[in-house]
């Protein structure tokens, strides 16, 4: 079957997945590999990609994942060489490829610069920029390194990074969260409800124009993750004090915000390790 990788409405999850699948049988064969830019932040959506990321290599391609690591301070060039000395680097996909988060962009910039004898491979992403010094940066980034494979997920990205990515290779994909498609949840239960729930961010990629009316449905829960909203009113750099993190994701995020759904979560993990 023969699918554009980017009009998939009319098409099951399970065949945009073999999409997906088709579009990164482009990367080259490889038996171990680092993963970075895990999503030590709070999005849903990042996390689903982060998790068909981490299948796909590993049920799919068959590969050790030798290091994992934030875009953080927690991430070490002295460890991604002590633990994952060759192979190629993963960067998690998502909508970050821009200067809306220039933190992440300078770190994906940062890691292209230091490994140029190592493949990078950057998972399916949207590219925005709205500075053109910004975006002229990262193409003599990208376009420094021998060997840059770059998936995109959405058509104006494809135009972008085949236009300012000229030297690197370049495919249109499916997002990553397709990979989860098909995966089997017969073993879980989960709370049922009446309600659709549209999950909706609430941070600077919110579109402020939107109205939950204009959905044309009935009893829909506008809401954003269940672990966002507080957290904004805490102080800068909370999230740094040692063991708070694990703290607030292991017993809130995962327990005390929700109960109705720890067992779920605690069922998902005994059955697919």
């Not at 998790?51 to 070490?76: C, E, M, V, W």
């Not at 490829?97 to 990078?120: A, N």
């Not at 399916?124 to 840059?148: C, M, W």
């Amino acid at each position: 079957m023969t699918v554009n990788p980017l009009n998939t409405a009319s098409y099951s999850a399970n065949d945009v997945k073999d999409v997906l699948h088709q579009a990164l049988s482009n990367i080259p064969s490889f038996s171990r590999c680092a993963l970075l830019d895990h999503p030590s932040y709070f999005n849903i959506g990042d996390h689903l990609i982060w998790l068909g990321s981490l299948l796909y290599i590993r049920q799919t391609r068959r590969a050790n994942i030798d290091y994992i690591a934030p875009a953080d301070h927690k991430f070490s060039h002295q460890k991604l060489m002590e633990k994952s000395p060759e192979g190629p680097i993963f960067l998690n996909g998502g909508g970050n490829l821009g200067d809306i988060w220039p933190e992440l962009q300078l770190f994906r910039e940062s890691i292209i610069t230091k490994y140029p004898d190592r493949p990078i491979v950057i998972l399916p992403q949207t590219i925005y920029f709205s500075s053109s010094e910004a975006l002229d940066r990262a193409a003599k980034v990208f376009n420094g390194h021998p060997n840059l494979i770059l998936f995109v997920r959405d058509n104006r990205s494809y135009e972008t990074a085949k236009s300012a990515f000229s030297d690197c290779q370049v495919y249109k994909s499916p997002d990553m969260a397709f990979h989860m498609a098909g995966i089997s949840n017969t073993e879980l239960n989960p709370p049922q409800s009446d309600e659709t729930l549209y999950l909706c961010r609430g941070d600077r990629e919110m579109d402020y124009s939107f109205k939950p009316e204009f959905l044309g449905l009935d009893n829909v829960l506008v809401d954003d993750w269940v672990s966002f909203g507080w957290w904004q009113t805490l102080p800068e750099g909370w999230m740094y004090v040692p063991g708070l993190t694990r703290l607030v994701r292991e017993v809130w995020q995962r327990g005390i915000s929700n109960p109705g759904e720890w067992l779920s979560r605690q069922q998902w993990q005994w059955f697919h390790p």
